[in-house]
């Protein structure tokens, strides 16, 4: 079931020069481009890096399994 107030943003984060999701549930009086500067502002930027990281590496990964008949 899905939550109806959690809503997804993609702020664009300039340190890591990329764009990371975000999930949130906002009060209706928030207001969303403070909070969005606010969670680039305390944007993990290192555990990004690791997470793009490891994901790349589960990419290239997979790739390689390519199955022999
Ligand atoms: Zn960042």
């Not at 975000?22 to 009060?27: H, N, S, T």
Request: glycine share 2%; proline share 6%.
């Amino acid at each position: 079931m899905a939550i109806p107030n959690v809503k997804r943003f993609r702020p664009f984060c300039p340190v890591c020069n990329d764009n990371f999701t975000l999930m949130a549930v906002l009060p209706t009086s928030a207001n969303v481009d403070t909070y969005l500067n606010d969670a680039v502002a305390r944007h993990d930027h290192k555990a990004f890096a690791d997470s793009k990281a490891a994901m790349s590496k589960v990419r290239v990964g997979q790739q390689k399994q390519v199955k022999k008949k």
